[in-house]
């Protein structure tokens, strides 16, 4: 008998009858003499509404009670969920995320778990129960209701699954997996029938936009076994895991991509020790994130230029922030471009393998794309190119690398 922890996105339990679907769903796998502990966000469109509504009331409402608020959306979902359960004979049992002693830290909106009693929730599945659990929500310690951040319940889950010691943690969505890139762009992406943590969070955090990331760097950390699967289809999905040493590793898993760039460059800046500080201190005081920095050697011994990428939605205010140091430190211009993309290939074989970055330049190339920053790490090689080539160029990288082509071992 294998422990289940499974969650159920906002579209999957979305209309009354999808969440019948989810009721069906459940028996299927509790028939097979599964133990079941469900994890349910709200239906979907609900949260945004309820933010609505707290924006009608106050410009910033208060965020204990935003808490209160946001977390009816997941346990109309629990008690729904419940009923279908029981009116098809299935045992079930609804909690919120406090009623099962899910503690977090006190940061209303954006609560971090601390501490799962799992007692309850043991007690309820050795008494033959589903236990249906609001994900998305917890308790600090002096009782206050707490959410954890968008698309919080995948976190909710995971943590689930760690604290029971869960066989797996299936995550139920609206794709049938993770693929080797978004199937919009390139047709021919193939579904991963298995990725490690390390490259899920590559992908996660390059824009594949599957998993939480938080709940990814969860499971990693307590070595949970993840599954990605569609709600509405049948099938194995993707599994995330550790590295299996006996297997067949491919060299590139996937091909993520950010269209959310823009670059900043400043021209000109004296070359010498605390520059980098100086101008990427304000930005960070002005909390917009950094991304990949690129500062090159002076040619004339004095000066150098100074390139970093920001989001897209920081670029205007990251453009004023640097104009103003640039003119402090001297330099000669400050020129920005908020028409770029990364493109990342992505793989813990290319830790093992040389030539993975020259092939991707050398396919690049041939596409006529010209690559304006580069960057790498162990499993990920980066290329920021002008907005007006991400199809072209992650279909040629997917076809240069052969991804449409499952390796055989
Ligand atoms: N209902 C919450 C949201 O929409 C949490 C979740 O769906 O995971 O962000
Ligand atoms: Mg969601």
Redesign the pocket.
């Known amino acids: 008998m294998a422990l289940i922890v499974q969650k159920y996105?906002?579209t999957s339990v979305g209309t009354p009858e999808r969440i019948q679907a989810v009721a069906e769903k459940i028996m299927r796998y509790r028939d097979q003499g599964n133990r079941l502990v469900v994890v349910v966000?709200?239906m979907s469109g609900?949260?945004?509404r309820l933010l609505g509504l707290a924006a009608a009331m106050s410009d910033r409402p208060a965020p204990r009670e935003l808490d209160v608020l946001?977390a009816t959306?997941?346990q109309t979902t629990i008690a729904l969920l419940s009923m279908a359960l029981e009116t098809r004979g299935c045992t079930a049992r609804s909690y919120t995320g406090a009623q099962v002693h899910i503690l977090t830290d006190a940061a209303h909106n954006k609560a971090r778990i601390r501490e799962i009693d799992a007692k309850r929730v043991t007690k309820d599945l050795d008494d033959g129960h589903v236990v249906v659990v609001a994900?998305?929500q917890g308790v600090d310690d002096r009782g206050n209701i707490t959410?954890?951040?968008?698309?919080?319940?995948?976190t909710t889950a995971v943590a689930l699954a760690a604290a029971l010691k869960a066989d797996e943690c299936q995550i139920f969505t609206d794709v049938d997996g993770v693929y080797t890139t978004d199937p919009r762009v390139e047709p021919d992406a193939r579904r991963l029938e298995r990725i490690t943590f390390e490259e899920m969070l590559e992908m996660a955090s390059l824009g594949s936009k599957v998993l939480?990331i938080r709940a990814v760097e969860f499971a990693g950390k307590y070595n949970v076994p993840l599954r990605v699967l569609s709600s509405f289809e049948d099938g194995e999905g993707t599994l995330i895991t550790y590295e299996d040493e006996g297997m067949e590793q491919a060299l590139i898993s996937g091909i993520a991509f950010n269209r959310d760039e823009a670059k900043l460059t400043a021209l000109g800046v004296p070359d010498q020790p605390g520059i980098a500080h100086l101008i990427l201190g304000p930005i960070a005081n002005a909390n917009i994130e950094v991304d990949m920095i690129i500062q090159n050697m002076a040619p004339d011994g004095k000066t150098t230029d100074f390139t970093f990428t920001v989001h897209r939605n920081d670029y205007r205010r990251a453009l004023e922030t640097l104009q103003k140091v640039a003119g402090d430190l001297g330099a000669k211009q400050v020129v920005g471009d908020d028409r770029i993309v990364k493109i990342s290939l992505v793989g813990v074989g290319m830790r093992s393998h040389a030539g993975i970055a020259s092939t991707m330049f050398e396919t690049l190339a041939k596409e006529g794309i010209n690559i304006r920053m580069i960057s790498t790490s162990e499993i990920k090689v980066s290329v920021v190119v002008d907005e007006k080539y991400l199809e072209l160029g992650v279909r040629a990288l997917h076809e240069a690398f052969q991804l449409d082509q499952a390796i055989t071992a």
């Open positions: 996105g906002g966000s709200a609900e949260t945004d946001l959306g997941e994900g998305f959410t954890l951040g968008r698309g919080g319940s995948d939480q």
